[in-house]
């Protein structure tokens, strides 16, 4: 997963500190995996978690996935001095702010919610929780 085209090769490193502004709320689906802590998602991460709750859906549910990994990360080769320059792009990551929802299910009962978003949770760096359409989100 990574995008089409990007405006710059090298962007300045996005910070993930505070609060999401946006993507807080359910937008789709019925139950949402928010994040409690802010992160730097990889593509590689977010697929994991992605094949994670797709094996739990089966084809009654629907997923919709909320963020995207726009931003590249650079890395310097191995064994290679410090200075001359900035690395070159190594991997793709998604900005992933306090309280930000990252996944949100449809069409499966809220047991079955609760084990799929706990095994795509073990794929992700960070801590989060499952919140459900028309039940108060906890405070962050």
Same mark, same amino acid.
């Given at each position: 997963?990574?995008?089409?085209?990007?405006?710059?090769?090298?962007?300045?490193? *996005?910070?993930?500190?505070?609060?999401?502004?946006?993507?807080?709320?359910? =937008?789709?689906? =019925?139950?949402?995996?928010?994040? &409690?802590?802010?992160?730097? @998602?990889?593509?590689?991460?977010?697929?994991?978690?992605?094949?994670? @709750? =797709?094996?739990?859906?089966?084809?009654?549910?629907?997923?919709?996935?909320? @963020?995207?990994?726009?931003?590249?990360?650079?890395?310097?080769? &191995?064994? *290679?001095?410090?200075?001359?320059?900035?690395?070159?792009?190594?991997?793709?990551?998604?900005?992933?702010?306090?309280?930000? @929802?990252?996944?949100? *299910?449809?069409?499966?009962?809220?047991?079955? *919610?609760?084990?799929?978003?706990?095994?795509? =949770?073990?794929? &992700?760096?960070?801590?989060?929780?499952?919140?459900?359409?028309?039940?108060?989100?906890?405070?962050?």
């Amino acid at each position: 997963m990574q995008p089409k085209r990007t405006k710059w090769r090298k962007p300045h490193k *996005v910070s993930f500190e505070g609060k999401a502004k946006g993507n807080r709320y359910l =937008s789709f689906g =019925s139950a949402g995996l928010r994040a &409690l802590e802010g992160a730097w @998602i990889t593509e590689r991460q977010l697929e994991a978690a992605r094949i994670a @709750i =797709s094996k739990r859906l089966g084809k009654t549910g629907k997923m919709w996935i909320r @963020i995207f990994p726009h931003n590249s990360m650079t890395k310097k080769p &191995l064994e *290679v001095r410090m200075g001359s320059g900035k690395g070159a792009p190594d991997h793709f990551v998604a900005t992933v702010k306090m309280g930000t @929802i990252m996944f949100e *299910v449809e069409g499966l009962p809220e047991k079955e *919610v609760l084990k799929t978003f706990y095994k795509a =949770s073990a794929k &992700l760096p960070i801590k989060t929780e499952t919140v459900f359409k028309g039940k108060p989100l906890p405070k962050l």
